[in-house]
Protein backbone atom coordinates (compact mmCIF):
# COMPACT_ATOMS: atom_id res chain seq x y z
CA UNK A 1 0.00 0.00 0.00
CA UNK A 2 0.98 3.48 -0.97
CA UNK A 3 1.37 6.06 1.87
CA UNK A 4 1.95 10.02 0.66
CA UNK A 5 1.46 12.80 3.14
CA UNK A 6 2.84 16.18 2.41
CA UNK A 7 3.67 19.31 5.11
CA UNK A 8 4.57 22.71 4.18
CA UNK A 9 7.33 24.45 5.86
CA UNK A 10 6.55 27.82 4.18
CA UNK A 11 9.03 27.67 0.99
CA UNK A 12 10.12 24.12 1.71
CA UNK A 13 8.18 21.39 0.71
CA UNK A 14 8.31 18.04 1.89
CA UNK A 15 6.90 14.87 0.69
CA UNK A 16 7.01 10.88 1.58
CA UNK A 17 6.11 7.98 -0.33
CA UNK A 18 6.22 4.48 1.10
CA UNK A 19 6.40 1.44 -0.38
CA UNK A 20 8.23 -2.40 -0.53
CA UNK A 21 11.10 -2.40 -2.42
CA UNK A 22 13.43 -5.63 -2.80
CA UNK A 23 16.57 -4.80 -2.50
CA UNK A 24 18.27 -8.22 -2.36
CA UNK A 25 20.35 -7.17 -5.14
CA UNK A 26 21.58 -3.88 -4.33
CA UNK A 27 23.07 -5.16 -1.07
CA UNK A 28 25.01 -7.62 -2.77
CA UNK A 29 26.04 -5.13 -5.32
CA UNK A 30 27.30 -3.01 -2.45
CA UNK A 31 28.44 -5.35 -0.47
CA UNK A 32 30.68 -6.76 -3.90
CA UNK A 33 31.75 -3.29 -4.66
CA UNK A 34 32.62 -1.78 -0.79
CA UNK A 35 29.97 0.60 -0.76
CA UNK A 36 27.69 1.63 1.67
CA UNK A 37 23.89 0.32 1.42
CA UNK A 38 22.44 3.20 2.86
CA UNK A 39 24.49 6.06 0.89
CA UNK A 40 23.58 4.19 -2.17
CA UNK A 41 19.89 3.93 -1.62
CA UNK A 42 20.07 7.38 -0.92
CA UNK A 43 21.72 7.64 -4.63
CA UNK A 44 19.51 5.77 -6.03
CA UNK A 45 16.22 7.31 -4.64
CA UNK A 46 17.65 11.09 -5.48
CA UNK A 47 18.32 9.72 -9.23
CA UNK A 48 14.93 8.56 -9.29
CA UNK A 49 13.80 12.11 -8.02
CA UNK A 50 16.11 13.69 -10.49
CA UNK A 51 14.55 11.72 -13.42
CA UNK A 52 11.48 13.18 -12.66
CA UNK A 53 10.84 16.61 -13.47
CA UNK A 54 7.83 17.40 -11.69
CA UNK A 55 10.23 16.82 -8.47
CA UNK A 56 12.24 19.13 -9.17
CA UNK A 57 10.61 22.14 -9.59
CA UNK A 58 10.88 24.25 -6.15
CA UNK A 59 9.61 27.53 -4.60
CA UNK A 60 11.68 30.58 -3.66
CA UNK A 61 10.51 34.15 -2.94
CA UNK A 62 6.94 33.07 -4.45
CA UNK A 63 9.02 32.06 -7.14
CA UNK A 64 8.52 28.75 -9.19
CA UNK A 65 12.09 27.25 -10.44
CA UNK A 66 13.38 24.14 -12.11
CA UNK A 67 16.13 22.12 -10.52
CA UNK A 68 18.92 21.06 -12.41
CA UNK A 69 19.20 18.59 -9.77
CA UNK A 70 18.21 17.54 -6.13
CA UNK A 71 20.98 17.60 -3.73
CA UNK A 72 20.19 14.87 -0.94
CA UNK A 73 20.46 15.62 2.89
CA UNK A 74 19.73 12.96 5.11
CA UNK A 75 19.88 11.97 8.71
CA UNK A 76 23.05 9.71 9.78
CA UNK A 77 24.00 8.08 13.19
CA UNK A 78 27.43 8.51 14.09
CA UNK A 79 29.30 5.26 15.40
CA UNK A 80 29.38 6.15 18.96
CA UNK A 81 26.93 8.93 19.03
CA UNK A 82 23.23 8.79 20.40
CA UNK A 83 22.24 11.62 17.80
CA UNK A 84 21.20 11.65 14.39
CA UNK A 85 22.81 14.70 12.11
CA UNK A 86 22.41 15.61 8.76
CA UNK A 87 24.35 15.39 6.12
CA UNK A 88 24.13 17.11 2.57
CA UNK A 89 25.64 15.71 -0.21
CA UNK A 90 26.17 17.57 -3.35
CA UNK A 91 24.43 15.45 -6.31
CA UNK A 92 26.89 13.29 -8.36
CA UNK A 93 25.42 10.94 -11.43
CA UNK A 94 28.26 8.36 -10.55
CA UNK A 95 27.22 6.23 -7.51
CA UNK A 96 30.97 5.64 -6.39
CA UNK A 97 31.64 8.82 -6.46
CA UNK A 98 28.76 9.64 -4.71
CA UNK A 99 29.46 7.25 -1.87
CA UNK A 100 33.00 8.61 -1.54
CA UNK A 101 31.95 12.14 -1.00
CA UNK A 102 29.02 11.03 1.74
CA UNK A 103 31.83 8.66 3.34
CA UNK A 104 33.97 11.50 3.73
CA UNK A 105 31.82 13.68 5.31
CA UNK A 106 30.38 11.37 7.70
Not at 32 to 48: D, I, R
Not at 66 to 81: D, H, Q, V, Y
Request: with cysteine; aromatic share 12%; net charge positive.
Amino acid sequence: RDVERSRGLGDVYKRQVCFRVDVTALHAYTKANGLSFYHSMVWLVTQAVNETENLRYTLRGGEVYLLPARTPSFTELKKGSEQFRILTVPWDPSLPAFCRAAKEKS
